[in-house]
């Protein structure tokens, strides 16, 4: 096996944690209408359901680089699996609500946690030259997940009063394949070295990375370690030396959430149903935005190293600010005809995988120094998270009350300010190793 196949291996292996992410989170959106008569919920209990696998990433994000930095990078993903080989069990088998929601809860630690270490893993363990496209392989694989639940809830429907059982507990096998692959990686070299001081494995995995610079990259973290020793001081990500790539890190996770990407996913069903379409076309509706998603988030993967993470946001942004201010317009103005609004949000789910769904993951993982990255990943995903959790929760509400002219444009407004993020504050990174970033970004 050459080392580009030996990486591409190693990468697509921990983007399995992606694609467990992209199904579970999409999951729900085919299983939520029924749930709510099954248990007799009321409107809060109904997006408690939906957001419970939410509450439960947001506290894997945030706790995420714990593990990450005590057990390591590869033994973290290994317990990543085996939470959401339970909760796909859990969920499926519940016999009532509480249950339900303990064992979503468990799914969501998963998504949460697997936010922060895969994406950290592929990062340490890429070469600079095929870095962005290589960490935007967890991407393809998240919105490969959510495609294969849209699919499977639209082919498992028609089983009856427990097709929502069948729907959650098909995940069971993507999360034992996870589980099975995730022994037959290497541990991260960088974490091997700044963690542990086990020069000679990091030596021997980096040697397998990429046998013409590793040496050079083996002296450039030695020299990182040394400096971190002289310092005296334990790194710790919120002081000063940090702050610029905190700022980018929180801005773009939030950003990433307000455009009302994980709104649009979770109640895909019920939005096209809003504007005449019949629960069966809404369904299929929803599967042809996960294609979409999926083909456009694929041609991100492959020119996120020629043409840049900022370009692709440039475009990305100009892009979600048109469709979604043409969707809030069909709603003022009641205009559904022609499949109007489905078109406008297949065009949406477009530019969002070009540009912030293929960039975020990349873009978080590779601007903070070795020292911090996984408290630093901790943060952006636990900004994400955070941010996706309070959107779905409310998603309902809001457009029940407001409409969705007033919601649509609330997205909209914020993809404004994200272009003028991008234009004002974001840096490119692509072909850069992580330890010439760091000098970029850190204050010394």
Known sequence: MSQQQRVFFWSITAALGGFLFGFDTAVISGVEQALQPLWNLSVWEHGLTVSMALIGTVLGAMLGGIPADRLGRRQTLFWIAVLYLVSSLGSALATDWSLFLVFRFMGGLGVGASSVSAPMYITEISPARSRGRLVALFQFNVVLGILIAYLSNYLLQELGDNAWRWMLGVQAVPSLLFLIAVLNIPESPRWLLLKRGRVDEAREVLRMIDGDNYEQTLNALQLSAEQQTLSHKPARLFS????????????FAVFNQVSGINA?????????????????????SSAGIGVVNLLFTL?????????????????????????????????????FGSMS????????????????????????????????RADGQALGSFTHWLMAAIITFTFPYFAGQLGGAYTFSFFCLMMVLQLVFVLRFMPETKGTSLEQVEKTFVVH
């Open 240 to 251: 000063s030396r940090y702050k610029t790539p905190i700022m980018l890190a929180v801005l």
């Open 264 to 284: 649009i996913i979770y109640y895909a069903p019920r939005i096209f149903e809003m504007t005449g379409l019949g629960k069966s076309s809404a369904l299929l």
């Open 299 to 335: 041609l991100a993967v492959n020119l996120i190293d020629r043409f840049g993470r900022r370009t692709l946001m440039l475009i990305g942004s100009v892009g979600l600010i048109v469709t979604l201010g043409l969707v809030a317009r069909a709603f003022y103005v009641e205009d």
């Open 341 to 372: 609004v489905p078109i406008l949000l297949f065009v949406y789910i477009a530019f969002f995988a070009f540009s912030q769904g293929g960039v975020i993951w990349v873009f978080i993982s590779e601007i903070f120094p070795n020292e911090v």
